[in-house]
């Protein structure tokens, strides 16, 4: 059957981008990574790449990026407290137009009150010793930092560290660039609250010749589990200069990572950390930039791994460390303490087969082994179901009788929770069939953690696409899943369908918890019989100041809705319209702030981390 006639301009607009890059050194970086990856992982990379944005970065930039009336009025704000700001950086034979951009970059900022600390480890380059004369004779701001001798990346910004006279303090390499409305960005949200700590921005990359703005980043806010697994953080990190002060600087020994190993130092140390969601940051790519070439700096990432095991030996965590194919990303799995008791609540319907699926998955691959199943029997009619349940009771699983008539889920789960006899609930839907064999393991660990309310995992439809990698709030209006649809062996954006990290929630059809966090929170809402009582149980765990955890290495296939069927007539649409009201009620503020865990700038319209198209991302500061 041919193709539509759209299909075919999109694949031949892919294929004719795709030509347009491959240039020599373009070649050499795609044989590199065919030889670390192998053909399989690299196929999937490559078709990721080669996938168009639906909403173009370039276009999207220059709406959101500040205009120069835009910079006017900010340079007329008088602000009634102007912290200074010193941007610290470590240069080392910077080429001209390099070091020339960068220093600009700081000179067309709209906020004043700064100063720039270059160390400069090249003291046998006399086009740098120049340049720098320059600049430091006409703007007072630019200062100069001679050290004898190239001494290292973390000594030099030591060096220059050391010379910063600011009230903050800003990490900045040498061949990049701020936006001119970097520090003004900082600066009015310190005159609004004089309290924060820390401050870290979206960034994006940039050519050499600056011919091109792509590959944003656009990140959440404070998230430690994903910072365990990327140093999301990166750039632009500024910190308190007191904090700066007490972390002792950077740590030689981790050279490669040591802006990794201090962004945790740092934000251990810190109160209030705050991410301004607007690009104001550009990382230059080049060849030899871990930018453009993660291979460059493979010691870089063994530097990493150690700065996350010392991350988690200061919060006495205990936990393994190991490296992912993907360059810079790590996996951390947490100690087991023991086997506490794990009460698996599964509410049941008739469907036997599809039941019996999901329990004999639980018996041939769980390794754990302490735990009990509790099957929460509701309204059921077939005989076939309450044959299979006296199988069920002769092997010791308790079948319990919910006395109410129709489906609440949320009342169905609160009915078994007070029969479970478990330190942990894993709540898990009768539809669900185990992959992981680990699974328990993973979450008992991530749960024992104190900060810790409830984990989640990766769910997959049986034709192997996403049906769950965490819920994003707001999506859809309420709330929806991240990454609905992509195929199991891609990564999602930024690898986040295949990271452990912070979400605000995870579905219930596999959710693990402290039964003390359940009970603490008051359980299930009832008023929710059907729709988001999952989101809405998460959301108040996260008021009650725990974490919620996606993790993607427990996964498990999810025959969706089989038993409740669809909501196809008009007392169930009346009932999820109801339930929406609800949540927007109960949720009104967070609906409107947007979810942490998320980012402002991304799209609401679908689930794939895409830009938003509504004109309604964050745009720069007006009075």
Not at 112 to 122: C, F, R, T
Not at 299 to 309: N, T, V
Not at 313 to 331: I, K, M, N, P, Q
Not at 369 to 374: A, D, T, V
Request: proline share 5%; hydrophobic share 35%; aromatic share 12%.
């Amino acid at each position: 059957m041919e193709k539509p006639q759209g299909v075919k301009k999109v694949s031949n607009m892919k294929w004719l981008r795709f030509i347009r890059k491959l240039k020599p050194y373009n070649i050499q970086k795609g044989l590199r990574y065919l030889k670390h990856y192998g053909p399989k992982e690299f196929l999937i990379r490559l078709s990721e790449r080669m996938e168009p944005e639906e909403v173009p970065y370039g276009p999207w930039r220059e709406q959101y990026c500040a205009k120069e009336e835009d910079l006017a009025r900010q340079k007329n704000h008088k602000f009634s407290y102007c912290p200074k700001i010193s941007v610290v950086v470590p240069a080392y034979r910077t080429p001209e137009i390099f070091l020339r951009q960068m220093i600009e970059s700081l000179e067309k900022q709209s906020y004043e009150n700064w100063e720039l600390v270059i160390g400069n480890a090249s003291p046998e380059d006399e086009t740098m010793a120049r340049i720098l004369e320059e600049y430091t004779g006409k703007d007072p701001r630019v200062k100069n930092v001679p050290i004898p001798e190239n001494i290292g990346i973390a000594e030099n910004t030591n060096a220059a560290l050391a010379a910063a006279a600011g009230d903050f303090v800003g990490f900045m390499d040498h061949d990049d660039l701020l936006a001119p409305d970097a520090l003004f960005e900082i600066a009015i949200r310190l005159e609004k609250d004089p309290s924060i700590d820390v401050f870290y921005t979206d960034e994006d990359k940039v050519r050499t010749d600056l011919s091109e703005y792509f590959q944003p980043h656009f990140k959440p806010d404070f998230n430690l589990d994903l910072l365990r697994s990327n140093n999301y953080i990166c750039h632009f990190f500024v910190v308190r200069r007191e904090i700066a002060e007490k972390t002792g600087g950077l740590r030689p020994e981790y050279n490669g990572a040591q802006d990794y190993d201090y962004i945790f130092r740092c934000t251990e140390m810190a109160g209030k950390i705050v991410h301004i969601p607007r690009v104001l940051y550009h990382w230059r790519v080049h060849s030899a930039s871990t930018a453009d070439n993660p291979a460059s700096k493979l010691y870089a990432y063994e530097a990493g791994k150690k700065a996350i095991e010392g991350n988690l030996a200061r919060c006495g965590e205990e936990g393994t460390v190991t490296l992912r194919s993907d360059y810079g990303f790590y996996d951390v799995d947490y100690k087991l303490r023991g086997t506490p008791l794990v009460s698996i609540l599964i509410p049941n319907k008739d469907q036997a087969d599809t039941l019996h699926t999901c329990l004999e998955s639980i018996k041939k691959k769980c390794m754990y082994p302490s735990y009990e199943i509790l099957i929460i029997e509701n309204n059921s009619t077939e005989e076939a179901t309450f044959s299979y349940y006296k199988e069920l009771e002769a092997q010791g699983i308790r079948v319990l009788k919910y006395p109410k008539q129709g489906f609440n889920y949320s009342a169905i789960n609160n009915f078994g929770v007070k029969e479970a006899k478990g330190e942990y609930l894993l709540f898990l839907n009768n539809d669900m069939e185990i992959i992981t064999p680990d699974f328990m393991e993973k979450m008992v660990s991530n749960l024992q953690r104190p900060q810790i309310g409830a984990v989640g995992a990766k769910l997959y439809y049986p034709d192997n696409t996403v049906q769950h990698a965490g819920i994003i709030i707001g999506i859809g209006g309420i709330a929806g899943h991240a990454f609905l649809g992509l195929a199991r062996g891609r990564s999602g954006y930024l690898h986040k369908a295949s990271l452990q990290m912070n979400v605000s929630a995870v579905t219930a059809a596999c959710m693990m918890m402290k039964k003390e966090v359940f009970e603490e929170v008051g359980g299930f809402e009832e008023e929710l019989s059907v729709a988001f009582n999952d989101v809405d149980l998460c959301l108040r765990i996260g008021k009650a100041g725990y974490k919620i955890v996606y993790n993607p290495h427990v996964e498990l296939y999810h025959y969706e809705s089989k038993s409740r069927g669809a909501e196809d007539d008009e007392k169930k649409v009346r009932r999820f319209q109801s339930e929406i009201e609800f949540m927007r009620s109960r949720w009104i503020g967070l609906l409107k702030a947007g979810d942490p865990c998320y980012n402002p700038n991304l799209t609401l319209a679908s689930w794939n981390y895409g830009l938003r198209a509504d004109g309604r991302g964050v745009k720069p500061w007006t009075k």
